[in-house]
C-alpha cells in the first residue's frame, strides 16, 4: 500500500469511498459481528467510515487501521465527539470517551496482534477492493492471523469487467474470494445486487455492469 497515494487522494477529496450512511449490507447482515458479548470488531483501511460509528452503537467495539491521520481525525469530527491522540505501540492511536471507536494511525501490514488485543470479528467493506491482485493474498493472510478461530468476517466486494476500468476499486469476484478464504470455516454469499446505476461515476469510467456482494466467513 502506498501511503503518498492515499494522502494524496484525501487532500483532492477523491473520496467517493465515503458513504452519508451505515452500509445498507451492514445493517442487514452485521448482526453475527455484534451479537455476542464483548464484541471487538476490527476495520481495515477504515478511512473515516460512519459504518464504524454504526457498529459501536450496536454494542461492539471497534478498532479502525488507517494510514492517513487526517482521515481518522475526520471520523471523530463527523460524529461530533473529541478525539484524543495518545501513542500505543509506538503508534498514534486516536480514541475518544464518547465512542466505543479507536483508530490506529498505521500500515495495515504493520499491526499485530499485541496492538489490538483479542479480537471477535473483522468488517472489511473498502479494504481488500482497495488492493491491487498482487497484495490481496499477503492482505488475507494478514487479516486471518489478526482474527481467531470462529471470528465472523462480513466482507464486501465489488465484480466489474476489469480490463474496463482500473482500480481502485479493484474487483474482486467469487472464485477469488474462495481461494483467498480457502482456509476459513466457511463463506457464504449473503447479498449481491447490481449498483451501476446507483453509482454513475462509474458508468462515466466505462462500466456496463458493477455488482456488490457481500459475503459472511468464519475464519
Same mark, same amino acid.
Given at each position: 500500500?502506498?501511503?503518498?497515494?492515499?494522502?494524496?487522494?484525501?487532500?483532492?477529496?477523491?473520496?467517493?469511498?465515503?458513504?452519508?450512511?451505515?452500509?445498507?449490507?451492514?445493517?442487514?447482515?452485521?448482526?453475527?459481528?455484534?451479537?455476542?458479548?464483548?464484541?471487538?470488531?476490527?476495520?481495515?483501511?477504515?478511512?473515516?467510515?460512519?459504518? *464504524?460509528? &454504526?457498529?459501536?452503537?450496536?454494542?461492539?467495539?471497534?478498532?479502525? %487501521?488507517? =494510514?492517513?491521520?487526517?482521515? @481518522?481525525?475526520? $471520523?471523530?469530527?463527523?460524529?461530533?465527539?473529541?478525539?484524543?491522540?495518545?501513542?500505543?505501540?509506538?503508534?498514534?492511536?486516536?480514541?475518544?470517551?464518547?465512542?466505543?471507536?479507536?483508530?490506529?494511525?498505521?500500515?495495515?501490514?504493520?499491526?499485530?496482534?499485541?496492538?489490538?488485543?483479542?479480537?471477535?470479528?473483522?468488517?472489511?467493506?473498502?479494504?481488500?477492493?482497495?488492493?491491487?491482485?498482487?497484495?490481496?493474498?499477503?492482505?488475507?493472510?494478514?487479516?486471518?492471523?489478526?482474527?481467531?478461530?470462529?471470528?465472523?468476517?462480513?466482507?464486501?466486494? *465489488?465484480? &466489474?469487467?476489469?480490463?474496463?476500468?482500473?482500480?481502485?476499486?479493484? %474487483?474482486? =469476484?467469487?472464485?477469488?474470494? @474462495?481461494?483467498? $478464504?480457502?482456509?476459513?470455516?466457511?463463506?457464504?454469499?449473503?447479498?449481491?445486487?447490481?449498483?451501476?446505476?446507483?453509482?454513475?461515476?462509474?458508468?462515466?469510467?466505462?462500466?456496463?455492469?458493477?455488482?456488490?456482494?457481500?459475503?459472511?466467513?468464519?475464519?
Amino acid at each position: 500500500m502506498d501511503a503518498e497515494f492515499w494522502k494524496e487522494r484525501w487532500q483532492a477529496r477523491q473520496i467517493g469511498f465515503n458513504l452519508p450512511n451505515p452500509h445498507e449490507y451492514l445493517v442487514c447482515h452485521g448482526a453475527p459481528l455484534w451479537q455476542e458479548g464483548g464484541a471487538h470488531v476490527l476495520v481495515p483501511l477504515c478511512g473515516k467510515s460512519i459504518d *464504524m460509528a &454504526y457498529l459501536a452503537k450496536q454494542g461492539a467495539r471497534v478498532t479502525g %487501521a488507517e =494510514l492517513v491521520e487526517s482521515a @481518522a481525525h475526520e $471520523f471523530f469530527q463527523d460524529v461530533g465527539v473529541p478525539a484524543q491522540v495518545t501513542d500505543t505501540n509506538g503508534r498514534r492511536c486516536l480514541d475518544s470517551a464518547g465512542i466505543s471507536v479507536r483508530i490506529l494511525v498505521s500500515n495495515f501490514f504493520d499491526l499485530r496482534s499485541d496492538d489490538l488485543g483479542l479480537l471477535t470479528g473483522g468488517y472489511d467493506r473498502a479494504a481488500l477492493v482497495a488492493l491491487p491482485p498482487d497484495l490481496r493474498e499477503r492482505y488475507v493472510s494478514h487479516l486471518l492471523e489478526l482474527l481467531p478461530p470462529g471470528a465472523s468476517l462480513l466482507l464486501v466486494t *465489488m465484480e &466489474y469487467d476489469q480490463s474496463l476500468m482500473g482500480g481502485p476499486p479493484f %474487483a474482486v =469476484l467469487p472464485d477469488e474470494v @474462495a481461494r483467498l $478464504f480457502s482456509d476459513c470455516q466457511s463463506i457464504k454469499s449473503v447479498a449481491s445486487d447490481s449498483i451501476l446505476e446507483q453509482e454513475p461515476r462509474f458508468a462515466q469510467r466505462g462500466l456496463s455492469a458493477l455488482r456488490e456482494t457481500a459475503y459472511l466467513i468464519v475464519r
